[in-house]
Nanobody, 122 residues
Framework: QVQLVESGGGLVQAGGSLRLSCAYS????????MGWFRQAPGKEREFVGY????????YYAHSVKGRFTISRDNAKNTAYLQMNSLKPEDTAVYYC???????????????WGQGTQVTVSS
């Protein structure tokens, strides 16, 4: 019954933009931190960023800061990852996750979505 579902992945050209969505249900996720992570083939899962329960605070990995923006709309039970100026190295499966704490550590997150593939061509 606890569910996080990512959508919006696909193939884009370098320099392009893509917005991922994460619909959440089954828990009171409105007061949870929503994190975004990504995992490329053969690589460990990497922190992308998070947004606080109220949406008032965000934190980003250095690799995406200035290009990616996380937002949320608790009335719609949805978090977003707006990705601009995409680079080939952004290619990965992207996951959303939820946890009561504000943390960049993947191991701290309690709930995870299934992931959505983002591929950036050069």
């Amino acid at each position: 019954q606890v569910q996080l579902v990512e959508s919006g992945g696909g193939l884009v050209q370098a320099g392009g933009s893509l917005r991922l969505s994460c619909a959440y249900s089954g828990r009171t996720f409105s007061d949870y931190t929503m994190g975004w992570f990504r995992q490329a083939p053969g690589k460990e899962r990497e922190f992308v960023g998070y947004i606080s329960w109220s949406g008032g605070r965000t934190y980003y990995a250095h690799s995406v800061k200035g290009r990616f923006t996380i937002s949320r709309d608790n009335a719609k039970n949805t978090a977003y990852l707006q990705m601009n100026s995409l680079k080939p190295e952004d290619t990965a499966v992207y996951y959303c996750a939820a946890d009561p704490y504000e943390t960049p550590r993947a191991t701290d997150y309690m709930y995870w979505g299934q992931g959505t593939q983002v591929t950036v061509s050069s």
